[in-house]
Every structure is written in C-alpha cells, then in structure tokens.
C-alpha cells in the first residue's frame, strides 16, 4: 500500500504519521520509509526525519529494530516485572522477593494508631524524616545540604524528579542493560533515552562521557545492585564517574539505590560534593515488600523544592498511616534482624546457582540483587525457548536492552526461591538448553569448534 506522508517539520511529519496509522492506512508491523528516503521525497533535512522518527517513538507509536527499520508499534504489551499471567510453565524472571521474608505489617499496627493528619499540616511524618535522614546521610558527602521527600515509591520519586527538570525530547542517560521501569519511564514520558554501557563494576566511564557529550539533562544510576546485571559501582568507578560529573554540575543525577538495606555491597555515590542537582532515591518496596509503596528521596534544597511542588497538584503526601508503619517496621530489632537475614538468603541462594551452572558448563558469577545475570554465549531467546519445553519461563536479556544492539546473550534468573533440588534442575536444563542452542547452530559452545549432536 502507498500512503502519502506530509510535512516539512518534525512535528508535522510526525503529526501526518500518526493521522495515517490512526485511520488504517498503516498497520501494525508495515516498515516505514527509511529516514534518507523519507528526507529526500519530503525535501527536507535528514536531521528533520530523525526527530520526526523519535517523537513517534518516545510516544510508542512505532518501534525501531535496527537493520529492520522503523514499523508501526502493534498492541503487544511491554516487558513488566511480577509473575507472568497465564502460564503453566514455572516462573523463574519474576524479579519479586521471597514473599515469606517480607516482614508482617501487622506487629506494628498497634503503635501507629494516633490523631487523624488534617490537611495544612506537615507532609512528612516526623519520626520517618528523622530515620531516613540519618539512613540517607551516612552516604553522601559530609556536610551536603539536603532535604528529605516522600513518594510514592521509587518510580513515583524518579517520574517526578525527571519531570520538575526536563522538558519533553529531553536526552536521559540510563543504564544498558536497564531497569524496565526505568526504560518505560522515560520512553512514556517522551524523554530521549541514551544508553550507558554497564560493566562488572557498574556503568562506564566512557559511555557517561559519551552520554554527556551528547546533551543529556539527567542521569539514572543504580549504585548497587544494578537490575538486571548484579554489578555495583567500586570505589574507584564512582570516583572516576564523579570527575566526569564535575564538569557538568547542573546535569540532574538520579542513585536509585533500590537494594539499599539487603545488599551484601558498600554504597559508593557517583554525586559530587559540589554537584548542584541531585536525588538519591531508597524504596522500602524490596525489603518491606512491593505493597509498601513508599521511597524516601534526598535531595539538594532546590531540587526538594521542585519535587514538592510535583507533588501538590496530586497526592500531595503520601498516606502518614504508611509512613508512621514504615518507620514502625525500619527501626524495630527484630524486623531489622529478618532484614539482615533476608540479604544473606539472596545472597547465599544466588551463589549456590552460580556454582550449580558453572559446573553445567554455563561459568556465571553471582552480583548483588535478587537476580541473576547468566552469560549464555548463545541467544538468549533460542535459549528461553528450549527452557520452554523443558517447563521454565525466563526472561531473555533483550528485554532489558536500549538501543540498536546485537541479540543478547544473557538471561536475567530468579532462582533464590528455588530449593536445591529445583535449582539442580534448573541449572542441568539450562546447561542443556545452551548445549542444543550450540549444537543447532553447529558449534561446541566452549570451544567453538563443530558440535557433535547432543545425546539424550
């Protein structure tokens, strides 16, 4: 079918482009015309047809595949974390923590029970501020000015923080691979995601550079245990971030340090001293469960001024019966204890699968977090779908990817549920699974050399 696209601005071929997919004239998966082409039938600048692409892409209306051209986006939900709907294979990409090391709220209720908050009254709840001050600002260069904000959770806190200071094609720095919610995040909200390359010690320094170079407005980091690779910042890796970062002090950094209290890690920052706009955002969601939807964030006094004035023309504050329950269960002995527990559970459980998939012939080092990031050195989706048939749902490192990139070869596990019996298992299919992968595409997967056929 031959469609005409019109206009000789962005906006305009974006806004000609929309119309034609909303009235039928384009569907689901047809390509669209290359960006030269396009530029050239229109007579306008390449750079034109560029911005006109990305507008419709930051809005989801069509999708970028690399070599495979620009399409029409279908109605195919996102990758989301939590249990996938509808399936009878076991779910092991969940991303979820263990349900039964997440304190019971109910021990604290009784101490939280006090005179009803009226509006005009102070937003945060006194005994919480104070926690999380003192939590927060054990981290943080000493003698930094900061202010405490309470969000509804970390995504709340970081949709947010990006909208008091971007407007919308604003560029973004985020990990790659990245944390879904992050990814979705900033592609709703019509930011312009450019992807940071991370490594066993956390993102790069070149790829912030790059990223910087590059006009980014705001930068999200995860300090430790990053999702969904496990890698956390060094001390020397966040030193040399901070340099890179000091050349450009009004650039927004935003820490989501989300494993925070159940990580085996030190907290290294990558803000500044003398860094001008900055957020470090802690949810309670992973160790007090994803139900208790309640961050703290420190930040500069004025980036608190603005996140506060986000906050006005909708909730305003978050519930103080949560927050006084939160600070309830944050500062008792015993929760804390359940805690600390719970942090060396993932830990040990991770380890032990790591160790279980290296002698499969998978070699995996365990990061922190409630995942595990396994090195298939095969497509990570060839390899899912031979998990398939032997009864386990995963999920394939492409979910997590940005930008335009080979297929990965990576799976993002979570085993620390599984008993030794089922992660035995699991870590015998998947060794399997990667061997037939191999063997299909004619080679051993160890020495590269042609593969005999796999003996069953």
């Avoid at 970081?158 to 790659?176: I, N, P």
């Avoid at 000091?246 to 890690?265: G, N």
Wanted: hydrophobic share 40%; charged share 20%.
């Amino acid at each position: 079918m031959t469609v005409e696209i019109q206009g000789s601005s962005a906006a305009e071929i974006a806004d000609s482009l929309r119309t034609l997919i909303e009235r039928g004239a384009l569907r689901p998966g047809d390509a669209l015309p290359p960006v030269r082409t396009l530029a050239e039938q229109l007579g306008v600048n390449r750079n034109t047809a560029v911005s006109a692409y990305r507008q419709l892409t930051n809005a989801g209306v069509v999708i970028t595949l690399g070599r495979g051209g620009t399409r029409v986006a279908g109605a195919s939900p996102v990758a989301q974390e939590g249990f996938a709907a509808d399936t009878a294979l076991r779910d092991i990409g969940t991303g979820n923590p263990d349900a039964s090391l997440i304190p019971d709220p109910s021990v604290a209720l009784a101490s939280i029970a006090r005179r009803p908050v009226l509006y005009g009254e102070p937003v945060i709840d006194p005994g919480l501020e104070q926690w999380a001050h003192a939590w927060i600002a054990a981290d943080l260069p000493e003698s930094t000015p900061m202010r405490i904000t309470v969000t509804s959770g970390a995504a709340d806190a970081v949709e947010r923080l990006l909208a008091q200071a971007l407007t919308r094609d604003d560029a973004v720095a985020l990990e790659d691979p990245c944390f879904l919610t992050s990814i979705h995040t900033v592609r709703v909200a019509g930011y312009r995601p450019v992807p940071v390359p991370v490594d066993d010690e956390g993102m790069t320094v070149e790829g912030l550079r790059t990223a910087l170079e590059q006009g980014v407005r705001a930068v999200i980091c995860t300090p430790r245990a990053q999702n969904p690779t496990g890698a956390s910042l060094s001390a020397q890796r966040a030193a040399d971030l901070r340099a890179v970062l000091a050349e450009h002090p009004y650039v927004l950094v935003i820490e989501d340090d989300h494993y925070s209290l159940l990580s085996r890690r030190q907290h290294h920052s990558l803000i500044g001293s003398g860094h001008r706009r900055w957020a470090l955002v802690r949810s309670v969601s992973k160790f007090l469960g994803p139900d208790m939807c309640l961050a703290v964030t420190a930040s500069d006094p004025e980036t608190a001024d603005r996140l506060a004035m986000r906050l006005t023309p909708g909730t305003t504050w978050v519930s103080h019966l949560l927050q006084r329950l939160v600070h309830a269960l944050a500062t008792d002995p015993e929760v804390q204890a359940g805690i600390e527990h719970a942090g060396e559970h993932y830990a040990d459980r991770n380890i032990a699968f790591a160790d279980r998939l290296t002698a499969e012939g998978v070699p995996t080092t365990p990061g922190d977090g409630l995942n595990v990031w396994v090195p298939l050195g095969a497509p990570a989706r060839a390899v899912s779908e031979q998990l398939m048939r032997r009864g386990w749902l995963v999920r394939p490192g492409d979910e997590f990817a940005l930008g335009d990139r080979a297929p990965s070869e990576h799976l993002r596990l979570t085993v620390h549920d599984l008993d030794d019996a089922d992660q035995a298992k699991l870590a015998a299919d998947l060794g399997a699974s990667v061997r037939a992968v191999h063997t299909g595409r004619g080679r051993h997967p160890l020495t590269g050399r042609p593969a005999a056929p796999e003996v069953r």
